[in-house]
């Protein structure tokens, strides 16, 4: 088989491998493909692909993030390491206090840009399921979807409960803020919408920090670590 344009000059020309030597694949269905460079067609670099897998790397715990739209490296920052920390869906969020705006194909570009990264920190991490990465949609929109056994979560810094306050939980959906955070009747609408207000400690956060914080802590205390 041939391998896509992206992959074939990552295996050509960044690896500089050669015909004969081995390869590991995927493709984001879960598995791992065992695989054979056996020369180019043009560009693009053959394979033969002789055993695939199933490594089990995937958290038990299924984390949905809605991250606020924020400015370039800090989203890309979010996008890549969300992957690495096990997040199984994402959802970038238009918000009142986004500082970014985009539309038609710019907003098509980034897209495809967050979607290069995903699939980056995928093989970075040797994860071979591919989160899920929807479309950027308004925070109302977000919040609608009441999903059975979900457990809601708000990141606020004015917030009571911390994360040991809430019951060990296996399905998450959490809403985390641009860089000027959200507004207190976002925060309203989110716990109208069975959100639960939560915060990391005594510091405000920014937001990329929060997100990879939050992730981190869930997953030591309900998914990889737990």
Request: charged share 25%; proline share 5%; with cysteine.
């Amino acid at each position: 088989m041939l391998l896509e344009q992206t992959p074939s000059h990552h295996l050509i020309r960044v690896l500089r491998s050669k015909p004969g030597s081995t390869v590991l694949l995927f493709n984001g269905d879960g598995r791992e493909y065992q695989a054979v460079y056996e020369g180019n067609e043009g560009k693009l670099a053959r394979v033969h692909i002789a055993s695939a897998q199933e490594p089990l790397r995937e958290s038990r715990l299924r984390i949905h993030i809605g991250q606020g739209i924020s400015r370039g490296e800090r989203m890309d920052l979010v996008m890549q390491k969300s992957v690495e920390l096990g997040v199984q869906a994402i959802t970038p969020l238009w918000t009142r206090r986004s500082q970014v705006q985009l539309d038609g194909k710019r907003l098509a570009k980034r897209l495809s840009h967050w979607e290069g990264i995903v699939v980056s920190a995928c093989e970075q991490s040797g994860r071979s399921q591919l989160p899920s990465l929807a479309p950027a949609c308004s925070l109302p929109e977000w919040l609608s979807p009441r999903i059975e056994n979900e457990t809601r979560l708000i990141l606020d810094p004015d917030a009571e409960k911390v994360l040991t306050d809430i019951r060990p939980v296996q399905q998450a959906r959490v809403l985390i803020g641009p860089e000027g955070g959200l507004e207190a009747s976002e925060i309203e609408k989110a716990v109208e919408a069975g959100f639960s207000r939560v915060k990391l400690g005594p510091r405000i956060l920014r937001t990329e920090t929060a997100t990879l914080a939050i992730l981190a802590a869930m997953q030591t205390l309900w998914g990889d670590l737990s």
